[in-house]
């Protein structure tokens, strides 16, 4: 019962009616087969997991749960840390895990002029980061928070090795977070019911505050 989306899964399950012994997790160790067509052996699944329309061909979505901006993380040593535009990310080696919306906004938005590194996950995308394969990695403004701060700290000094070098705003559209279920699984009206519950009662909000809003201010690129 730690972090935000299983905090939110325990609070979707308790306004459905059930207990946090009644909720049983399985391993999903390939982000891909999440959305990938075909029978599912969870109920739903969350894992920051963007809604788009491509990947709502194969599986059934819920409403919204969280919305992100896309970020750009770096090492703090890097000269990518003095960028203040999209247009001045350009020239530099740029990655982001594939088959990801971060990758998409990578490819489709920023379109680097540098080299361009289609990562195989979010992981590798931290190994090159960390291994000056690249200069800076594209994912969500949460995921950032996190390899800055968890994965990325320095143990001597206590302070952060990494950067985010700032978040993308309109008119880029954030990453809107959905519940996955099986394609037509009926049970998303009952799970968006109970969304709708905890938005409404504040249990939403106090997770958001607990887990993710953390107060600080990311300059946006445009």
Not at 50 to 71: G, K, L, M
Not at 112 to 136: F, H, I, K, S, Y
């Amino acid at each position: 019962m730690e972090g935000f989306e299983g905090a939110v899964a325990y609070a979707i399950a308790d306004a459905m009616g059930f207990t946090p012994d009644q909720v049983d997790w399985i391993a999903n160790p390939v982000f891909e087969q999440a959305f990938a067509p075909g029978e599912k052996p969870f109920d739903f699944h969350m894992a920051q997991i963007s809604i788009t329309e491509e990947r709502a061909q194969a599986v059934t979505f819920s409403e919204p749960y969280f919305d992100s901006n896309q970020a750009i993380l770096a090492l703090t040593t890097n000269d990518i840390t003095s960028a203040t535009s999209i247009e001045e990310l350009k020239p530099f080696r740029l990655g982001a895990a594939a088959d990801t919306t971060s990758f998409t906004f990578l490819e489709t938005v920023i379109q680097p002029t540098g080299e361009l590194r289609n990562l195989p996950d979010n992981t590798a995308a931290l190994a090159a980061l960390q291994g000056d394969t690249v200069d800076g990695i594209v994912v969500d403004l949460s995921t950032a928070f996190f390899m800055r701060d968890a994965q990325l700290e320095n143990f001597d000094t206590e302070e952060p090795e990494g950067t985010i070098v700032g978040q993308f705003g309109p008119p880029a559209e954030p990453d809107h977070v959905g519940a996955v279920l099986d394609l037509g699984n009926p049970l998303v009206d009952c799970v968006n019911q109970a969304l709708a519950a905890i938005k409404a009662d504040g249990t939403h909000e106090a997770i958001l505050d607990e887990w993710i809003n953390t107060g600080e201010e990311i300059p946006f690129l445009e």
